[in-house]
Nanobody
């Protein structure tokens, strides 16, 4: 089964940056997209970015557009999420996930455990 492992979270000051990494294993070529989500304390999980394994096309939520860059290495089966100009409200657990068929946030079917990013104000 597909396994995902996030890394790169930590404590950063407001205005700083984080680069998160998602290592995907056991994918066996059958996946359409890899995406990043986050869940802030007391809030619902939010989709923030996705990229297609095939051509690297990228998609962003309005809440992070302009501050966030997603990329993927489809040889290493790894995705990266770079977030700049971080704000306190970016504090969250960041999770990556894969979707075999489309970009619909509700249809991601393999998930990592998440990595925590904390932004100090």
């Amino acid at each position: 089964q597909v396994q995902l492992k996030e890394s790169g979270g930590g404590l950063v000051q407001a205005g700083g940056s984080l680069t998160l990494t998602c290592q995907v294993s056991n994918l066996h070529g059958s996946s359409y997209a890899v995406g990043w989500f986050r869940q802030a304390p007391g809030k619902e999980r939010e989709w923030i970015a996705a990229t297609l394994w095939s051509n690297g096309n990228t998609y962003y939520a309005e809440s992070v557009k302009g501050r966030c860059t997603i990329s993927r290495d489809n040889v290493k089966y790894t995705s990266y999420l770079r977030m700049n100009n971080l704000k306190h409200e970016d504090t969250a657990i960041y999770l990556c996930a894969t979707n075999r068929y489309n970009l619909r946030p509700a249809e991601y079917d393999a998930w990592g455990q998440g990595t925590k990013g904390t932004v100090s104000s």
